[in-house]
């Protein structure tokens, strides 16, 4: 990759990151992932405070379907 990518590519995710259509637990969860990205669901889940791994995958749709009204290319 180019500078010039990387640095959109950082923009992009600072921006989806602390995007506001998001909750504060959608938005804490995108963190831990972020900072945590070879991690399993379950481990996760752990980090993020869910209680089961089927919360993250749940959540993450959840996030999904609000970024995509926002962020035509997801």
Do not use: C, P, W
Request: hydrophobic share 40%.
């Amino acid at each position: 990759e180019d500078i010039e990518s990387d640095v959109l590519n950082r923009m992009l995710v600072k921006q989806i990151l602390n995007d506001s259509v998001l909750t504060a637990q959608e938005r804490y969860l995108l963190h831990v992932i972020y900072n945590n990205a070879d991690a399993s669901y379950s481990e996760i889940a752990k980090k993020a405070g869910f209680k089961h791994h089927e919360q993250v995958r749940r959540t993450l749709k959840r996030i999904s379907n609000k970024l995509k009204k926002s962020y035509i290319f997801l």
